[in-house]
């Protein structure tokens, strides 16, 4: 199993950043898909959530009207779409899978290794 992620960088304020994580190894099309972000010294932060169809979706309140989760089946894909960032999004953002839906990382299945995302001046 695989879950790979790209698309962080430093990127300025109220800009726009598009994170990839490509996944291998189960069948994606039945897991739930979740983007997790972490700074270091801090627990880690449940920012969203998309169901196996893509029809439901789930954001924390610190990124829901800026951020976007989206996923292509086709390409084994899952996306977020990070608009109007702010230096407080500044950390480490995972992607993980899991068969149901929670916003405790605990019930994850799988995790990628991470991409930084960099918001500053």
């Known amino acids: 199993v695989q879950l790979v992620e790209s698309g962080g960088g430093l990127v300025q304020p109220g800009r726009s950043l598009r994170l990839s994580c490509a996944a291998s190894g189960f069948t994606f099309s039945s897991y739930w898909m979740y983007w997790v972000r972490q700074v270091p010294g801090k627990e880690r932060e449940f920012v969203a959530a998309i169901n196996w169809s893509g029809g439901i979706t789930a954001y924390a309140d610190s990124v829901k009207g800026r951020f976007t989760i989206s996923r292509d089946n086709a390409k084994n894909t899952v996306y977020l779409q990070m608009n109007s960032l702010k230096p407080e999004d500044t950390a480490v953002y995972y992607c993980?899978?899991?068969?149901?839906?929670?916003?405790?990382?605990?019930?994850?299945?799988?995790w990628g290794q991470g991409t930084q995302v960099t918001v500053s001046s």
């Open positions: 993980a899978a899991a068969t149901k839906m929670s916003r405790a990382g605990s019930a994850y299945d799988y």
